[in-house]
Protein backbone atom coordinates (compact mmCIF):
# COMPACT_ATOMS: atom_id res chain seq x y z
CA UNK A 1 0.00 0.00 0.00
CA UNK A 2 3.05 2.09 0.85
CA UNK A 3 4.20 1.76 -2.41
CA UNK A 4 1.14 2.43 -4.42
CA UNK A 5 0.88 5.35 -2.23
CA UNK A 6 4.31 6.67 -3.30
CA UNK A 7 3.82 5.97 -7.07
CA UNK A 8 0.44 5.66 -7.76
CA UNK A 9 0.33 5.67 -11.39
CA UNK A 10 2.64 2.08 -11.38
CA UNK A 11 6.18 1.49 -12.86
CA UNK A 12 5.02 2.27 -16.20
CA UNK A 13 4.02 5.49 -15.65
CA UNK A 14 6.78 6.60 -13.62
CA UNK A 15 8.47 5.88 -16.99
CA UNK A 16 6.76 7.64 -18.63
CA UNK A 17 7.03 10.49 -16.59
CA UNK A 18 10.85 10.49 -16.97
CA UNK A 19 10.60 10.10 -20.83
CA UNK A 20 8.82 13.63 -20.79
CA UNK A 21 10.94 15.28 -18.30
CA UNK A 22 14.38 14.32 -20.45
CA UNK A 23 14.43 16.54 -23.27
CA UNK A 24 18.26 15.57 -24.59
CA UNK A 25 18.86 12.28 -25.97
CA UNK A 26 21.41 11.02 -23.45
CA UNK A 27 23.93 10.04 -26.25
CA UNK A 28 24.18 13.91 -26.92
CA UNK A 29 24.36 15.12 -23.20
CA UNK A 30 28.12 14.84 -23.06
CA UNK A 31 27.85 17.06 -26.82
CA UNK A 32 26.22 19.75 -24.92
CA UNK A 33 28.58 19.36 -21.72
CA UNK A 34 31.57 19.99 -23.66
CA UNK A 35 29.83 22.66 -25.51
CA UNK A 36 29.42 24.45 -22.25
CA UNK A 37 32.71 24.31 -21.00
CA UNK A 38 34.06 25.57 -24.44
CA UNK A 39 31.53 28.50 -24.59
CA UNK A 40 33.09 29.56 -21.43
CA UNK A 41 35.91 29.35 -22.20
CA UNK A 42 35.68 31.40 -25.14
CA UNK A 43 33.62 34.13 -23.37
CA UNK A 44 36.62 34.68 -21.27
CA UNK A 45 38.87 35.12 -23.88
CA UNK A 46 36.90 37.24 -25.74
CA UNK A 47 36.08 39.20 -22.65
CA UNK A 48 40.01 39.41 -22.74
CA UNK A 49 40.65 40.56 -25.96
CA UNK A 50 37.73 43.66 -25.83
CA UNK A 51 39.42 44.97 -22.51
CA UNK A 52 43.10 44.95 -24.89
CA UNK A 53 41.12 47.03 -27.39
CA UNK A 54 38.90 48.97 -25.62
CA UNK A 55 40.73 51.81 -26.85
CA UNK A 56 40.08 51.31 -30.75
CA UNK A 57 36.68 50.15 -30.21
CA UNK A 58 35.85 53.48 -28.36
CA UNK A 59 36.66 55.43 -31.23
CA UNK A 60 34.12 57.25 -33.43
CA UNK A 61 35.65 56.16 -36.90
CA UNK A 62 34.29 53.70 -38.99
CA UNK A 63 36.41 51.14 -38.35
CA UNK A 64 35.88 51.57 -34.50
CA UNK A 65 31.93 50.66 -35.52
CA UNK A 66 33.00 47.77 -37.36
CA UNK A 67 35.06 46.43 -34.75
CA UNK A 68 32.24 46.66 -31.99
CA UNK A 69 30.03 45.19 -34.62
CA UNK A 70 32.29 42.09 -34.68
CA UNK A 71 33.09 42.17 -30.55
CA UNK A 72 29.12 41.94 -30.15
CA UNK A 73 28.46 39.60 -32.85
CA UNK A 74 31.36 36.91 -31.02
CA UNK A 75 29.68 37.62 -27.81
CA UNK A 76 26.22 36.54 -29.08
CA UNK A 77 27.04 33.48 -30.76
CA UNK A 78 29.36 32.34 -27.85
CA UNK A 79 26.48 33.14 -25.35
CA UNK A 80 23.79 31.57 -27.65
CA UNK A 81 25.65 28.63 -27.68
CA UNK A 82 26.25 28.61 -23.61
CA UNK A 83 22.89 29.40 -22.87
CA UNK A 84 21.49 26.64 -24.93
CA UNK A 85 24.23 24.11 -23.76
CA UNK A 86 23.64 24.46 -20.32
CA UNK A 87 19.44 24.73 -20.46
CA UNK A 88 19.92 21.41 -22.33
CA UNK A 89 21.66 20.00 -19.34
CA UNK A 90 18.64 20.58 -16.75
CA UNK A 91 15.84 17.87 -17.17
CA UNK A 92 12.72 19.45 -18.51
CA UNK A 93 11.23 21.02 -21.55
CA UNK A 94 14.36 23.57 -21.46
CA UNK A 95 16.15 23.30 -24.34
CA UNK A 96 13.14 24.23 -26.85
CA UNK A 97 11.88 27.56 -25.11
CA UNK A 98 15.62 28.39 -24.83
CA UNK A 99 16.75 28.24 -28.32
CA UNK A 100 13.74 30.35 -29.33
CA UNK A 101 14.34 32.83 -26.88
CA UNK A 102 18.50 33.30 -27.74
CA UNK A 103 17.88 32.96 -31.41
CA UNK A 104 14.75 36.10 -31.28
CA UNK A 105 17.09 37.83 -29.26
CA UNK A 106 20.23 37.07 -31.86
CA UNK A 107 17.98 38.04 -34.58
CA UNK A 108 17.23 41.25 -32.79
CA UNK A 109 21.07 42.14 -32.72
CA UNK A 110 21.61 41.04 -36.85
CA UNK A 111 18.79 43.83 -37.50
CA UNK A 112 20.46 46.57 -35.51
CA UNK A 113 24.02 45.77 -36.78
CA UNK A 114 22.58 45.74 -40.46
CA UNK A 115 20.73 48.81 -39.76
CA UNK A 116 24.04 49.91 -38.28
CA UNK A 117 26.12 48.68 -41.29
CA UNK A 118 23.51 50.83 -43.81
CA UNK A 119 24.27 53.83 -41.56
CA UNK A 120 27.84 54.15 -42.16
CA UNK A 121 27.17 54.34 -46.05
CA UNK A 122 30.59 53.02 -46.85
CA UNK A 123 30.91 50.20 -49.65
CA UNK A 124 33.96 48.41 -49.30
CA UNK A 125 34.92 45.03 -48.73
CA UNK A 126 35.65 45.09 -45.06
CA UNK A 127 31.97 46.55 -44.76
CA UNK A 128 30.24 43.53 -47.25
CA UNK A 129 32.55 40.84 -45.31
CA UNK A 130 30.10 41.70 -42.22
CA UNK A 131 27.47 42.30 -43.98
CA UNK A 132 27.78 38.50 -45.07
CA UNK A 133 29.02 37.23 -41.68
CA UNK A 134 25.87 39.05 -39.96
CA UNK A 135 23.75 37.15 -42.68
CA UNK A 136 24.61 34.17 -42.10
CA UNK A 137 24.60 34.64 -38.36
CA UNK A 138 20.95 35.33 -38.94
CA UNK A 139 20.03 32.52 -41.18
CA UNK A 140 21.21 29.92 -37.90
CA UNK A 141 18.89 31.88 -35.50
CA UNK A 142 15.88 31.63 -37.81
CA UNK A 143 17.25 27.73 -38.25
CA UNK A 144 17.54 27.67 -34.32
CA UNK A 145 14.01 29.46 -33.86
CA UNK A 146 12.16 27.12 -35.93
CA UNK A 147 13.91 23.98 -34.23
CA UNK A 148 13.29 25.66 -30.88
CA UNK A 149 9.59 25.70 -31.87
CA UNK A 150 10.04 22.02 -33.12
CA UNK A 151 11.28 20.24 -30.33
CA UNK A 152 8.57 22.28 -27.95
CA UNK A 153 5.82 21.08 -30.12
CA UNK A 154 6.67 17.28 -30.47
CA UNK A 155 9.58 16.90 -27.25
CA UNK A 156 10.17 13.46 -28.89
CA UNK A 157 11.64 14.27 -31.84
CA UNK A 158 15.43 14.23 -30.65
CA UNK A 159 15.96 15.48 -34.80
CA UNK A 160 15.24 18.60 -33.98
CA UNK A 161 17.90 18.35 -30.34
CA UNK A 162 20.45 17.27 -33.33
CA UNK A 163 19.93 19.60 -35.37
CA UNK A 164 19.99 22.65 -32.51
CA UNK A 165 23.66 20.44 -31.90
CA UNK A 166 24.65 21.46 -35.33
CA UNK A 167 23.38 24.77 -35.10
CA UNK A 168 25.21 25.67 -31.74
CA UNK A 169 28.48 24.19 -33.67
CA UNK A 170 27.80 26.76 -36.36
CA UNK A 171 27.84 29.59 -33.71
CA UNK A 172 31.04 28.96 -32.81
CA UNK A 173 32.64 28.81 -35.91
CA UNK A 174 31.14 32.16 -36.58
CA UNK A 175 31.93 33.46 -33.08
CA UNK A 176 35.75 32.45 -33.58
CA UNK A 177 35.72 34.10 -36.69
CA UNK A 178 35.00 37.16 -35.51
CA UNK A 179 36.82 37.36 -32.84
CA UNK A 180 39.99 36.72 -34.61
CA UNK A 181 39.37 39.58 -36.86
CA UNK A 182 38.90 41.67 -33.93
CA UNK A 183 42.31 41.17 -32.38
CA UNK A 184 43.52 41.63 -36.45
CA UNK A 185 44.79 38.15 -36.70
CA UNK A 186 46.33 37.57 -40.34
CA UNK A 187 44.25 36.97 -43.10
CA UNK A 188 45.70 34.72 -46.31
CA UNK A 189 42.68 34.27 -48.58
CA UNK A 190 43.60 32.28 -52.50
CA UNK A 191 41.95 35.58 -53.92
CA UNK A 192 44.42 37.79 -52.11
CA UNK A 193 47.59 35.89 -53.18
CA UNK A 194 46.51 34.78 -56.51
CA UNK A 195 45.48 38.87 -57.17
CA UNK A 196 49.11 39.68 -55.83
CA UNK A 197 51.24 36.77 -57.43
CA UNK A 198 49.69 38.20 -60.82
CA UNK A 199 50.90 41.69 -60.07
CA UNK A 200 54.02 40.78 -58.79
CA UNK A 201 54.44 39.03 -61.95
CA UNK A 202 53.65 42.08 -64.36
CA UNK A 203 55.72 44.18 -62.42
CA UNK A 204 58.83 41.95 -62.60
CA UNK A 205 57.99 41.33 -65.92
CA UNK A 206 60.29 42.95 -68.72
CA UNK A 207 59.59 42.24 -72.91
CA UNK A 208 62.71 40.83 -74.59
CA UNK A 209 62.38 43.29 -77.69
CA UNK A 210 62.59 46.41 -76.34
CA UNK A 211 65.18 47.91 -74.66
CA UNK A 212 64.84 50.64 -71.86
CA UNK A 213 65.39 54.37 -72.82
CA UNK A 214 68.24 55.04 -70.16
CA UNK A 215 70.19 52.13 -72.28
CA UNK A 216 69.61 53.02 -75.80
CA UNK A 217 72.69 53.85 -77.85
CA UNK A 218 73.23 57.77 -78.34
CA UNK A 219 72.11 59.25 -81.51
CA UNK A 220 74.86 59.65 -83.78
CA UNK A 221 76.70 63.30 -84.26
CA UNK A 222 75.69 65.48 -87.79
Known amino acids: MHGKQLNPVGPAGANRSWDNHQMVPEGIRDFFAASAGVAG ?9 ISVSVNRLNREEAPAQLHRIRAVAALTAF ?4 AVSLF ?3 PGQKIG ?10 SLFVAASMLSL ?5 VRW ?18 QFIEGLGVIAD ?14 VCCFLIGITRAWELIGGPSIGITREV ?3 VRSHRRDEVPGDKVPADEQPPAPAG
Open 88 to 90: ALI
Open 118 to 122: VRLRQ
Open 126 to 143: ATVRDAVFLLLLAIVFVL
Open 195 to 197: TAL
Open 155 to 168: PANSGDVNTIAILV
Open 41 to 49: ALIGLLFVA
Open 79 to 82: TNAL
Open 97 to 106: ITSVVVAATG
